[in-house]
């Protein structure tokens, strides 16, 4: 047996052990979720109506809370495909596979439902027929809003979107496919040129000297812009290739590099910081809500 699979197996099944003992220790813990419940409004004397939320270790543990069969299997369910999923880094197996599949079946299914409710209903068919939908779907419809045709063109431009699936004249999806790839590019652009170009050319156009309130010299203000437009300058010099990096150019150039370099650094350092959020989340999620072994006593 290889070392490395030797490693994982003794993993697994210390963990498998520690597992059937936590089960069998905790009368409350392994995968079991409690309900109680609380008034919707706590400050309200008129209001009565109640919901369910998750209870504590110690809620449950003074019977003050009920178990819930939904939620305790929905528990597990989430237990078992994040641990597959952290199988990956062992090796590529039949599990990951599977929580992979799951996953974006379900994020396929979830934003279809999503699209279809606020973008069918909420948006083209509320528009079309307001009195169906109202009795319908969405009673909340202002009862003065009244059918508005124009809608019928997105209607038109969809049923062309679908006809791509029939057998023959696909071609008739590349008209409303061009108009909204054409549509899309004309709406970013504008937002782009402002959110890129001109609101970066407007932030760059700072003082020197920066004063404060009561008329002193503030020191790190004023290294901060000077800082700023050296950066931008060095960066823009970096990327003008019409002279050759070469003498003054190219020492500017190069401080270019560093401040490009220091940009990329924190920008991974960031994307990583926020991979090792995420990795932490799941670690909570298992050692608290799955196996309560944060501070099971008190709050959760």
Same mark, same amino acid.
């Given at each position: 047996?290889?070392?490395?699979?030797?490693?994982?197996?003794?993993?697994?099944?210390?963990?498998?052990?520690?597992?059937?003992?936590?089960?069998?220790?905790?009368?409350?813990?392994?995968?079991?979720?409690?309900?109680?419940?609380?008034?919707?409004?706590?400050?309200?004397?008129?209001?009565?109506?109640?919901?369910?939320?998750?209870?504590?270790?110690?809620?449950?543990?003074?019977?003050?809370?009920?178990?819930?069969?939904?939620?305790?299997?929905?528990?597990?369910?989430?237990?078992?495909?994040?641990?597959?999923?952290?199988?990956?880094?062992?090796?590529?197996?039949?599990?990951?596979?599977?929580?992979?599949?799951?996953?974006?079946?379900?994020?396929?299914?979830?934003?279809?439902?999503?699209?279809?409710?606020?973008?069918?209903?909420?948006?083209?068919?509320?528009?079309?027929?307001?009195?169906?939908?109202?009795?319908?779907?969405?009673?909340?419809?202002?009862?003065?809003?009244? !059918? #508005? +045709? @124009?809608?019928? %063109?997105?209607?038109?431009?969809?049923?062309? *979107?679908?006809?791509?699936? =029939?057998? &023959?004249?696909?071609?008739?999806?590349?008209?409303?496919?061009?108009?909204?790839?054409?549509?899309?590019?004309?709406?970013?652009?504008?937002?782009?040129?402002? !959110? #890129? +170009? @001109?609101?970066? %050319?407007?932030?760059?156009?700072?003082?020197? *000297?920066?004063?404060?309130? =009561?008329? &002193?010299?503030?020191?790190?203000?004023?290294?901060?812009?000077?800082?700023?437009?050296?950066?931008?300058?060095?960066?823009?010099?970096?990327?003008?290739?019409?002279?050759?990096?070469?003498?003054?150019?190219?020492?500017?150039?190069?401080?270019? *590099?560093?401040?490009?370099?220091?940009?990329?650094?924190?920008?991974?350092?960031?994307?990583?910081?926020?991979?090792?959020?995420?990795?932490?989340?799941?670690?909570?999620?298992?050692?608290?809500?799955?196996?309560?072994?944060?501070?099971?006593?008190?709050?959760?």
């Amino acid at each position: 047996m290889k070392r490395e699979t030797l490693i994982w197996t003794i993993l697994f099944v210390v963990g498998g052990l520690f597992l059937l003992y936590r089960g069998i220790s905790s009368p409350n813990g392994l995968g079991k979720a409690y309900v109680k419940q609380v008034r919707m409004k706590p400050d309200s004397k008129t209001d009565l109506r109640m919901k369910l939320v998750n209870a504590s270790f110690k809620e449950a543990s003074e019977n003050r809370a009920q178990f819930s069969i939904s939620r305790t299997a929905g528990l597990w369910v989430a237990a078992f495909l994040t641990l597959a999923v952290f199988s990956f880094l062992y090796r590529d197996n039949v599990f990951y596979k599977f929580a992979e599949a799951v996953f974006v079946g379900v994020t396929a299914a979830y934003w279809m439902v999503v699209g279809f409710w606020e973008g069918i209903v909420e948006k083209l068919l509320s528009n079309l027929v307001p009195g169906l939908v109202r009795a319908w779907s969405l009673p909340e419809l202002k009862p003065s809003q009244e !059918a #508005d +045709f @124009v809608y019928v %063109i997105p209607l038109i431009l969809g049923i062309m *979107v679908l006809w791509r699936l =029939a057998p &023959r004249g696909a071609w008739i999806a590349r008209w409303p496919l061009a108009f909204i790839v054409g549509t899309f590019a004309g709406i970013k652009l504008i937002s782009f040129l402002d !959110a #890129d +170009f @001109v609101s970066q %050319i407007r932030s760059t156009i700072v003082p020197f *000297v920066v004063l404060t309130t =009561a008329g &002193r010299f503030d020191v790190w203000a004023s290294l901060r812009n000077i800082g700023l437009v050296i950066g931008v300058l060095s960066c823009l010099t970096y990327f003008f290739f019409s002279v050759e990096h070469r003498g003054v150019v190219g020492r500017i150039a190069r401080v270019g *590099v560093w401040f490009l370099m220091i940009t990329f650094g924190a920008s991974f350092a960031f994307t990583v910081m926020g991979r090792i959020a995420l990795f932490a989340a799941r670690i909570s999620f298992l050692f608290d809500d799955w196996l309560w072994l944060i501070d099971p006593a008190g709050k959760r």
